[in-house]
Every structure is written in C-alpha cells, then in structure tokens.
T-cell receptor
Framework: KAGVTQTPRYLIKTRGQQVTLSCSPISGHRSVSWYQQTPGQGLQFLFEYFSETQRNKGNFPGRFSGRQFSNSRSEMNVSTLELGDSALYLCASSPTGTGIPGELFFGEGSRLTVL | AQSVSQHNHHVILSEAASLELGCNYS??????LFWYVQYPGQHLQLLLK??????LVKGIKGFEAEFIKSKFSFNLRKPSVQWSDTAEYFC???????????FGRGTSLIVHP
C-alpha cells in the first residue's frame, strides 16, 4: 500500500509570494491533516479535512488555507509568504471510522524556505 | 483544551544506556496516547500507541511506554539504546473522540556509538 505522498519536497520562495503544497493520502483514508513543523515549536496543527470539508482548524492566520478534493487528495496554500513561514509542512492521513482516533500516517513533508 | 509536555528537549546518551523520555498531558477524559519517531531524513512514524487495556505497551525496536492515569503520564522507555535510535521523538495525545492529536514539542535523542 503506497504511503502518504507530498509534493513538492523542497521549495524556495520569496516574501510576498504564495505557495501551494499537495498531499495524496493513503488509499481509503478520508481524513487529511496538515501540520507545520519548526525547530523548538514541534508540530503545530493547521487544519484537517474530511470528505472535502474542513472539520478542524488550528490557530493560524487566514493566509493559510486548504482544501480537499473528492478523491481525498488535499492541497494547502499559503499566501503573502513571510520569513517565519519557513518550515517543514507535514501532511498526515487517517483511516477515520475504522482506525484509532489520533493515529496518523505521515508523509515526508514539504520543506519551504522563504527568503 | 488538551496539552502535552515533553520535559526533555535534548538527550544525549551512549550506546547501551537506558532511556526514559517523559510525557505528561492535560486532559481529564478518556485519551489515546502515542509516541511517534522521526529518524533523520525520514517521515514521522508511529512507535507505539495506547488506547485501552494493559497500560504497559510495547512498540517497535524494543521501545515500551507506560500509561499512568493518576499522573497523566505516558513515558517512553528503552533498556538499552543503540546508535540507530538517534531521532526526534514526539508524544501525542487525543481525547474526547477527536481525531486530531496534540503533539508535544519533541525530544531530540542523540546516541553516541
């Protein structure tokens, strides 16, 4: 079974630009969550999508947005990039309804550098 | 709101030393507890989990953790670490039926050969 796939793996942007990251969950997983990982802050929850609906949202500004498609693939977008947005963005999928709540399967992440 | 505290941010050990990483959480209801590990250059993966039953759970690579409800703790242990255990370890908790776990800030473990 293929794992969670995230693209792109690495990207460099400049302040003020916007970026879109993509995530393909494990087949059959309908829940997709996004996290921002930075040294010292650990994993900060961004949002979770289930069946194309945002079900949970973390404490991030409106510049951070996401969506989920009918095939469960998800994208997240960050507009008007700031230097502090440099981080590893992790996507995780979950077998909602059949698995243990909170058990997540992570992708390798998209490392964003903002210059 | 639930929160997770990992007491040790950086741990350095020699091979064969014993390991215990602390994790405390704040949530009064039923919880599911996890330890995730991130090896250098690899994705986060589940090390072990607790959701019910025996409070002493065993995971991969000889790791175990004990859920002590009265102390709101879920400490990770390994009797003898190896160089290959060098990684970042994250404790995570979720409760109340939520599918979204709260993560601790992580503990960076370096094992010297």
């Amino acid at each position: 079974k293929a794992g969670v796939t995230q693209t792109p793996r690495y990207l460099i942007k400049t302040r003020g630009q916007q970026v879109t990251l993509s995530c393909s969950p494990i087949s059959g997983h309908r829940s997709v969550s996004w996290y921002q990982q930075t040294p010292g802050q650990g994993l900060q929850f961004l949002f979770e999508y289930f069946s194309e609906t945002q079900r949970n949202k973390g404490n991030f500004p409106g510049r951070f947005s996401g969506r989920q498609f009918s095939n469960s693939r998800s994208e997240m977008n960050v507009s008007t990039l700031e230097l502090g947005d440099s981080a590893l963005y992790l996507c995780a999928s979950s077998p909602t309804g059949t698995g243990i709540p909170g058990e997540l399967f992570f992708g390798e992440g998209s490392r964003l550098t903002v210059l | 709101a639930q929160s997770v505290s990992q007491h040790n941010h950086h741990v350095i050990l020699s091979e064969a030393a014993s390991l215990e990483l602390g994790c405390n959480y704040s949530y009064g209801g039923t919880v599911n507890l996890f330890w995730y590990v991130q090896y250098p250059g690899q994705h986060l993966q589940l090390l072990l989990k607790y959701f019910s039953g025996d409070p002493l759970v065993k995971g991969i690579k000889g790791f175990e953790a004990e859920f002590i409800k009265s102390k709101f703790s879920f400490n990770l242990r390994k009797p003898s670490v190896q160089w290959s255990d060098t990684a970042e370890y994250f404790c995570a908790v979720n409760g109340g039926g939520s599918y979204i776990p709260t993560f601790g800030r992580g503990t960076s473990l370096i094992v010297h050969p």
